[in-house]
């Protein structure tokens, strides 16, 4: 198994810039990948970026290209997602997920909220 806990959420007027952390432990030498995710109130659940834990090359969704940065730190086994210029419509609990190689396992954090105020 591997365990997700992610921090850094919080209220912040728009324009405006936060860096979610998600650190990672367990089974880590086995993760493929490891994303964020958003899901705001009454919508589903949606990918926002991703990125390979070897080679670190990234996706992102269309609504964040140019906005979001997401990255890892190999030794801290750690996920970040710096977010600037942020939009109300960005308001949302976002999740940290991790995929293992070969389909093994496919983990989630508990969510953090990031509210952005007009």
């Known amino acids: 198994q591997v365990q997700l806990v992610e921090s850094g959420g919080g209220l912040v007027q728009a324009g405006g810039s936060l860096r979610l952390s998600c650190a990672a432990s367990?089974?880590?030498?086995?993760?493929?990948?490891m994303g964020w995710f958003r899901q705001a109130p009454g919508k589903e659940r949606e990918l926002v970026a991703r990125?390979?834990?070897?080679?670190?090359?990234?996706n992102y969704a269309d609504p964040v290209k140019g906005r979001f940065t997401v990255s890892r730190d190999n030794a801290k086994t750690t996920l970040y997602l710096q977010m600037n210029s942020l939009k109300p419509e960005d308001t949302a609990v976002y999740y940290c997920?991790?995929?293992?190689?070969?389909?093994?396992?496919?983990?989630w954090g508990q969510g953090t909220q990031v509210t952005v105020s007009s």
């Open positions: 997920n991790v995929r293992l190689v070969g389909g093994t396992g496919d983990y």
């Open positions: 367990g089974r880590t030498r086995t993760m493929y990948d």
């Open positions: 990125i390979r834990w070897s080679g670190g090359s990234t």
